[in-house]
Nanobody
Framework: QLQLVESGGGLVQPGGSLRLSCTASGFTLDYYAIGWFRQAPGKEREGVSCISSSAKNTYYADSVKGRFTISRDNAKNTVYLQMNSLKPEDTAVYYC?????????????????????WGQGTQVTVSS
């Protein structure tokens, strides 16, 4: 059974940091691009950051550039999202997803298409 599990969310004050983890079970992440997406109440899902299967290509939404960093550790079958200088507008449920490079980046950057492998999400709340 293919499964993605996110962890690391929580409540943090503005300016604080969190590191989200996306760990796979039932399959290896080596051959998959991984994306982090988020959805806030009343808003559409948006692609936050994606990393290719080779880790050579990454994407960041303009709203998080310079603050968030995506990385992958294939030995641990895990992808991370380091989030620094968090803002209240970063508050959302964060999901990770796995797919082929082209499909995943198309969804991440253009919000077009769909991929089948998603985690259950982890809540990030930035508030004082």
């Amino acid at each position: 059974q293919l499964q993605l599990v996110e962890s690391g969310g929580g409540l943090v004050q503005p300016g604080g940091s969190l590191r989200l983890s996306c760990t796979a079970s039932g399959f290896t992440l080596d051959y998959y691009a991984i994306g982090w997406f988020r959805q806030a109440p009343g808003k559409e899902r948006e692609g936050v950051s994606c990393i290719s299967s080779s880790a050579k290509n990454t994407y960041y939404a303009d709203s998080v550039k310079g603050r968030f960093t995506i990385s992958r550790d294939n030995a641990k079958n895990t992808v991370y999202l380091q989030m620094n200088s968090l803002k209240p507008e970063d508050t959302a449920v964060y999901y990770c997803a796995a797919g082929g490079d082209a499909d995943l980046f198309k969804l991440c950057i253009l919000n077009s298409g769909e991929i089948p492998n998603w985690g259950q999400g982890t809540q990030v709340t930035v508030s004082s």
